[in-house]
């Protein structure tokens, strides 16, 4: 009698609403956390040669890991993973178990070699025109980049972890992350000394707090993750050996790493661009490029985690119809969630950053130029998310090799404009310009990605997304236009308050107008997705 094997239980699975819902809130602390880690940073280190020399070298171990096992190449786990424990729980154990084991070994012998080759990499980044030190990046890059080891450990788990349905404390391991980054940063403040980047000293006991206390961050995120899976009934062992999955994967990750090969190409040229600009423009353009992803990592990336299980198991089961209803159904979501916030930051980005970083080390003129950046490049903010889920959905088709080519599309693009704005525009405002080029290559990205999509599957629901995300650029440019005209009434009047305290009056009375307006237009416009709103929101009227 041949034995056959059990499945696995498929229980309750979480809804959208709620899986994205409970990841949001625990992304929200982690971002606030974050944002409160890096204002930090600029409030002691300023924006100046340290910062960028800090900021490229805390770069590279997130470059190395993309290379192997970062966030892309979890993508393609994700559809694998979710087949093996499709055909049994052993299956989905043993298979995460090879995963893991793979992972490891790749990341330590990168890590070696990255270490070994760090001048490399500087050189690479940085190039003979930069304003940052290439000594001292180079010492910051042999105390941060054993940290590739925790940053691919933690993506891989996180896949794990969403494969199993358990969102909610891979979303929150990062706030230990940025825990350990205020405590370094708050013991740096207090240490005694300077760091001399003439010469340049690894004894130093600034740069080894600096250094030492942002890899141990890392550290601290991937131990949440092993509690959290250990929690769930996993138990590790090694796993050696040919997996008859292997070659599958390979393929699929082959094609993933020319993709994040294109993507380094891609920020290589931004860095370099941006390090020909004014002292501080890649530590301007870095902060203002993390800050553009607060919304998306707290809406976005908490829908796109939700999803990825969803689209993946539509494919394993030939749902062709569920598949491409929530692939429209993240794209239309992410417009709604993110339109308004875009737009606000775009408005206000300018006293968004005199309000947070012109304290301590920082200055008006510096973190002026840092809001303006952090705008444009929250213009992308939409197209970004559209175009991350679009590339979530070939991989969920275990095609990978089309989204290295739609990279291809945008690196190229992002390249040109970044090199013909070198010519025009001044030093002080490539940055800004380098921004502007990132926010339009994702424009791009989304709409080479929706015709891919419908070359496919045929129709994919792209006019309906359209309408969606005209209805929320209606809502968010009638938002900042009212927001505009009060703000040009008011702002005469608060001159005498200081350029901080006018900033922050400011941001109130932006983002109430923005988001208030701009959220609520949306309940009153045609908008199918709003319904579940409208209907919770006549419920608590009704209670009243």
Known sequence: MVEQRQRPPRGRTPSLGSASGAMAV??????????????????????????????????????VNELLLG????????????????????????????????????????TTLA??????????????????????TTAFAYLLLPGIVFYGLSALLMAILNVRQVFGPPAWAPVMNNLVIIATVSLYAVTPGEISADPVRMGQAKLLILGLGTMLGIAAQSAVMVLSLR????????RW????????FGSLAGWVVLYTVVSQIGMIVTIRVAGQGTSGSVATFHYAWLLSQVPYGVLGVSLL????????????????????????LGSRLSAILLMPVSAFMLTAGSGIGVAFFSLGQG?????????????????????????????????????????????????????????TLLMWLDPRDLVIGVALAMSLSFLVGAAVG?????????????????????WSLLASVVGCGFAYLVWHWLGGSMHGLGDVATAWVGLGVRGTLVLGLGFGLMLLLPIPEMTIVRQRLRGLLNRV
């Open 26 to 63: 625990a992304t929200m602390a982690s971002r606030i956390s974050g944002l409160f880690a890096k204002v930090l940073l600029v409030w002691v280190l300023g924006l100046g040669m340290i910062n960028d020399s800090y900021t490229v070298a805390n770069t590279l171990p997130t470059v």
């Open 71 to 110: 966030g892309v190449l979890t993508s393609v786990a994700v559809p694998l993973l979710v087949g093996a424990r499709q055909n049994s729980a052993e299956e989905g154990e043993s298979y995460a178990q090879w995963m893991i084991t793979m992972g490891v070994v790749l990341l330590v012998a990168a």
């Open 115 to 136: 270490v070994l080759g760090a001048p490399l990499l500087t050189e690479l980044y940085l190039g003979s025109h930069t304003r940052a030190n290439s000594e001292l």
């Open 231 to 238: 929690r769930t009934g996993f138990r590790f062992r090694w």
């Open 241 to 248: 050996g040919w997996d008859r999955r292997l070659a599958e």
């Open 305 to 328: 985690q939700a999803l990825m299980p969803r689209i993946s198991r539509s494919i394993a089961e030939g749902d062709t119809e569920g598949f491409v209803r929530d692939v429209g």
């Open 363 to 419: 200055s008006v003129g510096a973190a002026d130029r840092l809001g303006v950046t952090l705008g444009v490049a929250a213009a992308g903010i939409v197209p970004f998310s559209i175009t991350m889920l679009q590339l979530r959905a070939f991989y969920a088709m275990k095609d990978a090799r089309t989204p290295m080519l739609i990279n291809v599309i945008m690196v190229v693009f992002r390249t040109v404009v970044c090199y």
């Open 450 to 470: 929706q015709w891919w999509l419908h070359i496919r599957l045929g129709r994919i629901q792209t006019r309906r997304t359209l309408v969606g995300v005209g």
